[in-house]
T-cell receptor, first 119, second 110 residues
Framework: GAVVSQHPSRVICKSGTSVKIECRSL??????MFWYRQFPKQSLMLMAT?????????EQGVEKDKFLINHASLTLSTLTVTSAHPEDSSFYIC???????????????FGPGTRLTVL | GQNIDQPTEMTATEGAIVQINCTYQ??????LFWYQQHAGEAPTFLSY????GLEEKGRFSSFLSRSKGYSYLLLKELQMKDSASYLC???????????FGDGTTLTVKP
C-alpha cells in the first residue's frame, strides 16, 4: 500500500496565530513530498516541493517565510502557516512520492487533507 | 510552463459510458495521471500513462497520445458514486512536479 496521513484534519484558529500541519507516509519512505492548496471549486495549486534533508522549493508567488516547510525525515514533512489570516483559510493537501529503492514511480499519493479556517 | 484543458462539467446517466478528455502542452513530459476527488476530500489515484495507448483497470480506462498531447478517461457502467471531480495531471521532468487541470465535475443521474 501507500498510505499518507495528515494531522490535523481540521483546524480553526484566530488571526495572527501559527498552525502546523503534519504529513506522514505510513508504509513507505518518501524522498519527495508536495504541498498543495485548494480553494473551493478550484483545482490543486502546488505551493512547494519538499525534499528530505534539503530546503523546500517554493512555487512562484508563495511566501517562504509565511509557509514554513520542514522535511525532517523520509516519512515526515510539516507545513507551518505563520501569522495566519482569514485569506489563508483553505484545504491544504500533501502528497508523497516513493523513494527509488521502493520501486518509485512518479505517482503521488495524497493525504486526506487539512481544512484550515482562520477567524 | 504547462497548459492543461479539460471540460468543466459533464453529466451522464447511471449505467452509461462517459469519456472525459484532457489536452495538454508541456515541456519535458513525464507521464499523465488521472485522479478522482469527491467534494471535501483529497484526490485518489486512478491511473497513470507514460506510453501511448490504452490502460484498462476495471470500469476505468485511460488513453494517452503523446504526439497529440491528448488523454481521456473512460468510465463504464456508471454508478451514482462516480459523481465527483476528475483531475488530469501532467508530470514533468522538472523535479517530477505535476500540474493539475481545473478538473471535470461529473454528475451521474439516475
Amino acid at each position: 500500500g501507500a498510505v499518507v496521513s495528515q494531522h490535523p484534519s481540521r483546524v480553526i484558529c484566530k488571526s495572527g496565530t501559527s498552525v502546523k500541519i503534519e504529513c506522514r507516509s505510513l508504509d513507505f519512505q518518501a524522498t519527495t513530498m508536495f504541498w498543495y492548496r485548494q480553494f473551493p471549486k478550484q483545482s490543486l495549486m502546488l505551493m512547494a516541493t519538499s525534499n528530505e534533508g534539503s530546503k523546500a522549493t517554493y512555487e512562484q508567488g508563495v511566501e517562504k517565510d509565511k509557509f514554513l516547510i520542514n522535511h525532517a525525515s523520509l516519512t515526515l514533512s510539516t507545513l507551518t502557516v505563520t501569522s495566519a489570516h482569514p485569506e489563508d483559510s483553505s484545504f491544504y493537501i500533501c502528497s508523497a512520492r516513493k523513494h527509488p529503492r521502493e520501486g518509485a514511480t512518479d505517482t503521488q499519493y495524497f493525504g486526506p487533507g487539512t481544512r484550515l479556517t482562520v477567524l | 510552463g504547462q497548459n492543461i484543458d479539460q471540460p468543466t462539467e459533464m453529466t451522464a446517466t447511471e449505467g452509461a459510458i462517459v469519456q472525459i478528455n484532457c489536452t495538454y502542452q508541456t515541456s519535458g513530459f513525464n507521464g499523465l495521471f488521472w485522479y478522482q476527488q469527491h467534494a471535501g476530500e483529497a484526490p485518489t489515484f486512478l491511473s497513470y500513462n507514460v506510453l501511448d495507448g490504452l490502460e484498462e483497470k476495471g470500469r476505468f480506462s485511460s488513453f494517452l497520445s503523446r504526439s497529440k498531447g491528448y488523454s481521456y478517461l473512460l468510465l463504464k457502467e456508471l454508478q451514482m458514486k462516480d459523481s465527483a471531480s476528475y483531475l488530469c495531471a501532467v508530470s514533468s521532468t522538472n523535479a517530477g512536479k505535476s500540474t493539475f487541470g481545473d478538473g471535470t465535475t461529473l454528475t451521474v443521474k439516475p
